[in-house]
Nanobody
Framework: QVQLVESGGGLVQAGGSLRLSCAAS????????MTWYRQNPGNQREWVAT???????TYADSVRGRFTISRDNAKKTSYLQMNSLQPEDTAVYYC?????????WGQGTQVTVSS
């Protein structure tokens, strides 16, 4: 079992930055990929970025060049640095950890970008 807790969300003006954190506990040595998603009410959950155990990264087109995903395996934490935020980035951001064929999820953290 893996438990995930996101933090770092908040209210920011357009053009600003936030850094989200996802702290993992439990069977963290089994975690392979860590992924960030986001979701607005009434919309499907949207994939944002993924980082592999070895540090390889992939990004959604909508955030590439503005967001950076990273992880600190020693601290058992994944980060999402978000720069040049826009109102359309407003959403609840969720962290997910892959363990084998299972995925674990955090409770989410709200990001609101004002224009």
């Amino acid at each position: 079992q893996v438990q995930l807790v996101e933090s770092g969300g908040g209210l920011v003006q357009a053009g600003g930055s936030l850094r989200l954190s996802c702290a993992a506990s439990g069977s963290t040595s089994s975690i392979t990929a860590m992924t960030w998603y986001r979701q607005n009410p009434g919309n499907q959950r949207e994939w944002v970025a993924t980082i592999s155990r070895s540090g390889g990264t992939t990004y959604a087109d909508s955030v590439r060049g503005r967001f950076t995903i990273s992880r600190d395996n020693a601290k058992k934490t994944s980060y999402l640095q978000m720069n040049s935020l826009q109102p359309e980035d407003t959403a609840v951001y969720y962290c997910s950890a892959r363990v084998g064929i299972s995925s674990y999820w955090g409770q989410g953290t709200q990001v609101t970008v004002s224009s």
